[in-house]
């Protein structure tokens, strides 16, 4: 379905309609913490394999907040603290590039507790096909150009506004994008960007900040788009000019991580089970 032909007013109700009754609970933004202030860095989705429990947001968003104390902010106004078992994706023999550019982040006991009110998505929600139709996707994330601060010391807070991207598979030029790989990366064009409220919003200054952010696909059948039908497809591992072009790194990724690392869950990985990244 061409989006494009779309009003603002349609684009904003379908996205509302088709998102997942949990999408926004699981979403969450990742701070960095230094100078005695909070800062935005970066985005990701809380997932739930049988009891254990998982971060997955973009292996650079992880690597460069290495050496600092990193947080997450969910449902509650109080950031977590970030910890657990962290395990990246890595630069395979004869490549360049981490293409796949993926982290997967198993969430320590205080990790969880602290999570109040944020919601594990289980896999009733994952897309993890080979192929990724073309369809209708949109993703939320957080920008860190409109991100607000308040307060000094002990009475800090940040105030994070969530941006929503909607788009189109990307069928142009790719000859001249770093760091794509074709047959591995999802290309969305631009189309309206919405807030999370539905309502037309202004463009961001900056997309850095949506980094490791779910990417949603809205199923369509025959043209009709079904409540709370959009499932986790991809993560959002890149941007190009400016935000005209997003690239995403398929969910199976992720997946093929637990699957190498978590013996005791491929089992419940099931029919889920991923084709292996190359």
């Known amino acids: 379905m061409d989006v494009s032909?779309?009003?603002?007013?349609e684009i904003g109700a379908a996205v509302n309609k088709l998102r997942h009754p949990q999408a926004n609970e699981a979403t969450v933004a990742i701070l960095i913490y230094y100078g005695d202030e909070f800062h935005q860095h970066g985005s990701g989705i809380l997932i739930r394999l049988h009891d254990r429990s998982f971060l997955i947001t973009a292996s650079h968003v992880a690597e460069r907040g290495s050496g600092?104390?990193?947080y997450l902010r969910g449902q509650s106004d109080r950031p977590a603290p970030?910890?657990?078992?962290?395990l990246l994706t890595t630069v395979r023999p004869g490549d360049e590039?981490?293409?796949h550019d993926i982290a997967v982040w198993e969430l320590s006991e205080e990790t969880l507790s602290a999570l109040e009110g944020s919601v594990f998505l289980r896999q009733d929600a994952f897309e993890t096909g080979e192929e990724l139709a073309d369809d209708f996707y949109f993703l939320t994330g957080f920008p860190a150009s409109l991100a607000s601060k308040s307060g000094k010391g002990d009475e800090h807070r940040i105030i994070l506004t969530p941006f929503t991207y909607i788009a189109m598979q990307f069928r142009g030029d790719r000859s001249n994008?770093?760091?794509y790989l074709n047959g591995?990366?999802?290309?969305?064009g631009k189309t309206n960007p919405l807030e999370l409220s539905g309502e037309i919003g202004g463009w961001p200054e900056s997309l850095g900040g949506i980094s490791g952010c779910a990417v949603w696909r809205a199923h369509t059948a025959e043209g009709v788009w079904s409540e709370?039908?959009?499932r986790l497809a991809a993560i959002q591992t890149g941007v190009y000019f400016g935000g005209a072009i997003i690239k995403a790194t398929p969910l199976s990724s992720a997946m093929s991580v637990i699957f190498d690392c978590y013996p005791e869950l491929r089992r419940v990985l099931g029919i889920s089970l991923p084709r292996r990244p190359r």
Request: glycine share 14%.
């Open 184 to 188: 591995l990366h999802l290309l969305l």
């Open 228 to 230: 709370g039908s959009a």
């Open 5 to 9: 032909a779309l009003t603002d007013a």
């Open 177 to 179: 994008l770093l760091g």
């Open 82 to 86: 970030l910890g657990g078992r962290l």
């Open 68 to 70: 600092y104390s990193l």
């Open 97 to 99: 590039f981490d293409y």
